[in-house]
């Protein structure tokens, strides 16, 4: 799980749609490492949202890369110049209609404190707002899986009981901070839990094209409700 240099990634996004409707914030998971681009979550989900919307979203833009926590994600979104997050340089900010943020499963994985972690995030749930326009209601955190359920890590003797009990905690940390800025959290651990060995990737780490679908339907009715006009002042 260890990260790439920031700068490698830079240059993956330089090609990203300018007026992207939909940021998606996070590591592996979100950028789908093992499957196409078109089958990772937030690709599935912007074609779902299209059928059920009267008009066209362009493809999500996606900041993530396989490996970074919380510290990491924060470092890419400080330098990414089309983002705009450092103010003082007079760069105008990028404003979404809809920002997802899922991160939390590295900080676990290295063995990081609870307090370290609530830090971190607590710093990107910022960030995700002020980059939705500083509208909470248009920013959705999306609880971290569990990867102690993989067949990677079923194969290496993981403790399913440990690891699962830190999962938990963590993504207590995220609901409760979600909850108090007044965004919506959304718990997509339970589908990791109940996937089928054959549903992973080659890696038998990462979800597969039918584990992210799911995520993606879970994700569905909410992400409407965030961009439907009558949700916001």
Same mark, same amino acid.
């Given at each position: 799980?260890?990260?790439p240099?920031?700068?490698?990634?830079?240059?993956?996004?330089?090609?990203?749609?300018?007026?992207?409707?939909?940021?998606?914030?996070g590591?592996?998971?979100?950028?789908?490492?093992?499957?196409?681009?078109?089958?990772?979550?937030?690709? +599935?989900?912007?074609?779902? *949202?299209?059928?059920?919307? /009267? @008009?066209?979203?362009?493809?999500?833009? #996606?900041l %993530?890369?396989?490996?970074?926590?919380?510290?990491?994600?924060?470092?890419?979104?400080?330098?990414?110049?089309?983002?705009?997050l450092?103010?003082?340089?007079?760069?105008?900010?990028?404003?979404?209609?809809?920002?997802?943020?899922?991160?939390g499963v590295?900080?676990?994985?290295?063995?990081?404190?609870l307090?370290?972690?609530?830090?971190?995030?607590?710093g990107?749930?910022?960030?995700?707002?002020?980059?939705?326009?500083?509208?909470?209601?248009?920013?959705?955190?999306?609880s971290?899986?569990?990867?102690? +359920?993989?067949?990677?890590? *079923?194969?290496?003797?993981? /403790? @399913?009981?440990?690891?699962?009990?830190? #999962?938990? %905690?963590?993504?207590?940390?995220?609901?409760?901070?979600?909850?108090?800025?007044?965004?919506?959290?959304?718990?997509?651990?339970?589908?990791?839990?109940?996937?089928?060995?054959?549903?992973?990737?080659?890696?038998?780490?990462?979800?597969?094209?039918?584990?992210?679908?799911?995520?993606?339907?879970?994700?569905?009715?909410?992400?409407a409700?965030?961009?439907?006009?009558?949700?916001?002042?």
């Amino acid at each position: 799980m260890k990260a790439p240099p920031v700068a490698a990634f830079a240059a993956m996004v330089d090609g990203a749609a300018p007026k992207a409707a939909v940021l998606a914030l996070g590591d592996s998971y979100t950028v789908g490492e093992g499957v196409p681009p078109a089958e990772c979550w937030p690709a +599935q989900l912007v074609s779902l *949202l299209n059928q059920d919307l /009267d @008009r066209e979203l362009p493809p999500p833009q #996606i900041l %993530a890369t396989t490996g970074w926590t919380t510290d990491e994600l924060a470092a890419a979104l400080a330098g990414e110049p089309g983002l705009g997050l450092v103010r003082d340089a007079g760069v105008p900010g990028t404003t979404f209609k809809l920002v997802f943020l899922s991160i939390g499963v590295n900080d676990q994985y290295r063995g990081r404190s609870l307090k370290r972690f609530q830090a971190g995030f607590a710093g990107l749930l910022t960030a995700a707002i002020s980059l939705a326009g500083n509208d909470p209601a248009r920013v959705i955190v999306v609880s971290i899986p569990d990867w102690s +359920q993989t067949p990677f890590a *079923l194969s290496r003797g993981a /403790d @399913r009981t440990k690891n699962g009990s830190a #999962i938990d %905690a963590y993504n207590a940390v995220k609901k409760t901070r979600s909850e108090s800025a007044g965004v919506l959290f959304v718990d997509i651990t339970t589908l990791t839990r109940g996937a089928a060995p054959d549903e992973y990737a080659l890696d038998g780490l990462h979800p597969g094209s039918a584990i992210y679908q799911r995520w993606a339907q879970k994700l569905r009715g909410a992400a409407a409700a965030a961009l439907a006009p009558s949700t916001h002042a």
